[in-house]
């Protein structure tokens, strides 16, 4: 299982308390937007989350000035990851970061 960055955004303001808490609000305000059901947590000490789409963990690592997205799968799995399955894990990411103001809508 290798951990491959997917994608990178810069973004506005850095996570905080209010923007962490703003943040589990949008994405369990968009959790219909997943094509299937999903956990999510922080990763202790980190600012780090953790989606859970079985079986690709999501790991979202947020810094000062940008969020890195990663994925992790077993190797069965990745024949399934594709490029439109990866821009889609993208567009919900960068919605849910949309709505939670890290990121200004253009």
Known sequence: MK???IYEFKIDKALNAARREALEA???????????????????DADVLHILIDPV???????????????????WA???????KKAELRGLVETVLQDSKFISTK
Do not use: C, H
């Open 3 to 5: 951990r491959e960055k």
């Open 26 to 44: 949008n994405i369990e305000k968009n959790a219909a937007l997943s094509p299937k059901p999903f956990e999510y947590g922080w990763e202790e």
């Open 57 to 75: 963990d999501i790991e979202v690592e947020f810094q000062p000035e940008k969020v890195e997205l990663y994925a992790t799968a077993p190797i």
């Open 78 to 84: 990745k024949v399934g990851f594709t490029e439109k």
